[in-house]
């Protein structure tokens, strides 16, 4: 027996696809990065008992939305250097937690998919940019259909509850340090397997110079009149024959800082297209997307997904 497909149908499938693009370029845009200690159990054992197979993912463009998010309780010490640290946040303010990622990473890309019970480890940061982690974990997948088709997926996720083993407090402790971590557990024992975040630098490498700003590493930065260091932003104009580099470490105010001027850059984490260049963008960002504002400044280009080649070209006045 044959089946005509009807109108309704059709146009639910054009449109489906459509919406499903539309909301992967919503999260190309406003998404972050944050990482998922994913636990998936195996079977029982003849005491009931399951082997607990641990993985971890660093997931790019993903949107966490916390509903109370600008009017959060603090918690905060002075560290050795009497310097104020947020430590902590009153976790009961963030509830309820929802989670969207990129619809196709469900099928071209790590995680394969998520599923109820994953952890998810995300990095807030205090104003001297130290980590504050929030553990969660998957309670509800929630789907959103045109007609038939399945073109968005979001989670629901509530904050993890149960004692937190050693190996998983290790991820999270490496994760918080900017470190990327995959932990593998096998029956018996456990074996933490870490990849730690690269940087491959050369001696283009100026560290005299001092921070009038908290850094965050791998961002564009200017000297400025004061001979302190700023992020670079492509629409200030005044930052355009200012731009020296990369800086190559998170740091605080006033700290030393060491920017890479030339040469080859390495970082895992990145995924560049390598048949674009490299722009200046806003607050220190690399991007691949020329500014139509400001001014436009090629900084380099990609040599492979996670390798650059900074080469700092004249700016152009927009």
Do not use: C
């Amino acid at each position: 027996m044959s089946y005509t497909k009807s109108i309704r149908d059709t146009l639910a499938e054009l449109s489906a696809e459509v919406k499903r693009n539309l909301s992967d370029i919503t999260i190309d845009h406003l998404g972050t990065e944050t990482q998922v200690l994913r636990i998936s159990l195996g079977e029982e054992n003849i005491l009931g008992d399951r082997d607990e197979t641990l993985k971890t993912y660093i997931i790019s463009n993903v949107i966490i939305k916390h509903p109370m998010g600008n009017n959060q309780w603090l918690f905060s010490t002075l560290d050795a250097d009497n310097t104020l640290q947020t430590d902590a946040i009153n976790i009961w303010d963030i509830l309820p937690i929802t989670m969207k990622i990129k619809y196709s990473a469900d099928y071209d890309t790590d995680p394969v998919s998520i599923q109820n019970g994953d952890l998810i480890v995300e990095l807030l940061r205090d104003e001297n940019q130290n980590n504050i982690p929030v553990i969660m974990q998957v309670t509800k997948l929630v789907g959103g259909f045109e007609g038939k088709y399945l073109y968005q997926k979001h989670y629901e996720l509530a904050l993890y509850r149960g004692i937190i083993p050693s190996d998983i407090q290790n991820a999270i402790d490496k994760f918080v340090a900017d470190e990327v971590v995959i932990i593998r557990t096998t029956t018996g024992n456990s074996t933490v397997v870490t990849r730690t975040e690269t940087v491959e630098v050369t001696d283009n490498i100026i560290d005299t110079y001092k921070a009038g700003q908290n850094l965050i590493k791998n961002r564009v930065v200017i000297v400025d009149t004061d001979s302190l260091v700023y992020y670079a932003d492509s629409s200030i104009l005044n930052h355009a024959n200012r731009v020296l580099g990369i800086v190559l470490t998170s740091v605080n105010k006033n700290g030393n800082v060491r920017i890479q001027t030339f040469d080859k850059l390495q970082n895992t984490l990145w995924n560049w297209d390598v048949t674009l260049p490299l722009f200046l963008g806003i607050s220190g960002s690399l991007t691949q997307t020329a500014s139509i504002t400001g001014f436009s400044l090629e900084i380099g280009k990609p040599i492979t997904t996670n390798t650059i080649f900074i080469n700092i070209q004249q700016s152009i006045i927009l």
